[in-house]
């Protein structure tokens, strides 16, 4: 299901010259290019189908273990399970800096939620006043917050 966004995606990147889809580069060239910008769009239903996927993926593997005579695995699902089965999938991305967020609720629903803990999110309102102003107006406003990364210390 593709959406006004989804489909306004050419227009974005012919606006914004930096800008690439995640699906067209490297996670490792996400994290290593100055001045570059990578852009990923999704809709509220991108991430039932990926952990719908990554939950068959491991009820699959235990059942094939089940049935060779072994034991099932530990019977609680651990957040190290799910990151490799969505890795296997195919839909563990990076961890986006920045979130966009259109829609007439402040929420995030069907962006995976284990991609987002750092993740900046600004909510941008209705799809309806989306305007390429507002777009380049969010942008610029998150690459003025400041962010501390490293080791917390008391000293």
């Known amino acids: 299901m593709n959406g006004v966004l989804k489909k306004s995606k050419e227009t ?32 509220y239903v991108d991430g039932k189908e990926a952990v719908a996927k990554a939950a068959n993926l491991i009820f ?16 609680i699902l651990l957040e190290s399970h799910l990151n490799e089965a969505l890795q296997i999938v195919g839909s563990k991305g990076p ?6 967020v259109y829609g007439p609720v402040r929420s995030h ?13 600004i909510h ?9 102003g507002s777009l380049r107006k969010a942008i610029y406003n998150y690459t003025k917050v400041h962010q501390n990364y490293g080791k917390f210390s008391l000293y």
């Open 109 to 121: 629903l069907g962006f995976p939620a284990w991609r987002l803990p750092y993740t900046e999110i």
């Open 12 to 43: 974005i990147f012919q606006k914004l010259k930096n800008a690439k889809s995640i699906e067209d580069i490297s996670e490792v060239v996400t994290h290593h290019a100055p001045g570059h910008m990578t852009l990923e769009f999704l809709s």
């Open 60 to 75: 699959v593997e235990n059942m094939k273990r089940h049935n060779l005579g072994g034991e099932l695995d530990v019977p």
């Open 95 to 100: 961890e986006p800096d920045l979130l966009l």
């Open 124 to 132: 941008m309102g209705s799809l309806n006043f989306m305007r390429y």
